[in-house]
């Protein structure tokens, strides 16, 4: 058995029913799992201790939804939206995600894991130890199972856990302009009936939106998704409403993300349905919206509340999860609190996933430590990285 004790350390567990969950004391590791949080039991007594002189232990952060793996970059647009023109009309105009799809179809799948490992460690280096990545940029069955190999590759060039969405219902391509249906039918549902047996795809998602797929076309794939036994999620409601995230909530979607158009009835059937809610304030700040999504609803209806960085080149080119957190707090008044439990315990419902995102005993050994006395200090500073070291004793 392999154990080791983290000790001497201010834990914020970020147990479901108790806020920060502050504990004083040590974490205890075997074999991967956290076998005690607190005072070391009597077995414990002769294992060695590595002191961490009173540091803030929390939860590894979870990145539950990020366009990580991708070719080139879309700074031009970025002037251009500058200069006055909106996400709709570079989209429409054959910019936005279409841009990027020849960039990525023209990259080998050793180029794609080249180009996304600097983003990657940019988010190891700031306490992630999972991250969610999306297909959705290839838009042909090849080119979107190259991009969800390169990303299992991921997983194993680094100490890092992923888990991949099928997004090919992300934009249509420039060969079936006007022939959304037949896309479907030749690329969205067949690639998905192939990754799930190629083994690439954990979850299914599909941009739910006026310049992407209407929600009677994402229920087409919702159920593709519920024939293979695979869990759903949804861009929803994030240029306008159209009712996305009520559709998500009806097939027992794992989350409904952007939402910054979410209304009281979708409010309602997210709570019904235990659907999290992504919010991602690197796109809202980029794009410069004006809408926040709805929290005091979301509060109130008692819907989890995840953050993201939504890392990608066209809408939210953010790197680093806890600038995304004191982004949460500034623009949509969340509190540091839940911006913390948004990158742990609600990040890793989001996911589907119950072995992550709180302290306690059972639970995967993926913990940061930093080099600060309060957990509200990760949300309070701009542009600085307190983490003194990233434990994931899950990962050999």
């Not at 306008?240 to 097939?251: C, E, T, V």
């Not at 919010?279 to 809202?284: D, K, R, V």
């Amino acid at each position: 058995m392999a154990r080791r004790v983290l000790d001497t350390l201010r834990i914020a567990t970020m147990a479901p029913a108790a806020g920060w969950g502050l504990v004083d004391g040590a974490i205890g590791i075997e074999d991967g799992r956290i076998a005690f949080v607190g005072e070391a039991p009597d077995g414990w007594r002769g294992v060695e201790r590595e002191d961490f002189a009173g540091r803030l232990a929390t939860p590894a952060l979870i990145d539950c939804h990020t366009h990580l793996v991708f070719g080139g970059n879309r700074a031009r647009e970025f002037e251009m939206r500058l200069e006055g023109a909106t996400y709709e009309e570079i989209a429409r105009a054959g910019g936005g995600i279409v841009s990027t799809v020849a960039q990525t179809r023209a990259l080998s799948e050793d180029d794609l894991v080249a180009q996304a490992l600097p983003r990657l460690d940019a988010l190891l280096a700031e306490g992630v130890a999972t991250v969610e990545i999306k297909s959705g940029y290839g838009l042909t069955v090849e080119d979107e199972l190259k991009m969800l190999r390169a990303a299992r590759r991921l997983g194993e060039l680094r100490p890092v856990r992923v888990v991949t969405s099928w997004l090919a219902a992300h934009a249509v391509p420039a060969e079936y302009k006007g022939r959304t249906e037949t896309y479907l039918d030749e690329v969205v549902l067949p690639g998905l009936q192939e990754a799930d047996a190629e083994r690439l795809v954990d979850a299914v998602d599909g941009f739910c939106e006026g310049i992407a797929f209407s929600p009677g076309q994402i229920a087409r794939v919702f159920d593709k998704a519920r024939a293979l036994g695979l869990p759903v999620k949804l861009h929803a409601e994030q240029l306008s409403h159209l009712g996305g995230a009520a559709l998500a909530a009806s097939h027992g979607a794992l989350s409904a993300d952007h939402l910054e158009y979410l209304d009281a009835a979708g409010v309602a059937a997210m709570a019904a349905s235990g659907t999290v809610a992504v919010l991602l304030p690197g796109a809202y700040y980029f794009l410069r919206e004006t809408q926040a999504p709805p929290v005091k609803l979301l509060r109130e209806a008692g819907v989890p509340i995840a953050i993201a960085t939504d890392c990608n080149p066209g809408s939210s080119p953010l790197a680093s999860p806890l600038l995304a957190m004191n982004m949460a707090c500034t623009l949509f008044r969340l509190t540091p609190q839940e911006t913390l439990a948004g990158f742990t315990r609600n990040a890793a419902r989001a996911l589907g996933l119950s072995d992550i995102g709180t302290l306690e005993p059972g639970k995967r050994a993926e913990i940061a430590v930093w080099d600060v006395e309060e957990p509200a200090e990760l949300a309070y500073r701009i542009g600085f990285n307190p983490l003194f070291r990233l434990v994931n004793g899950s990962v050999a």
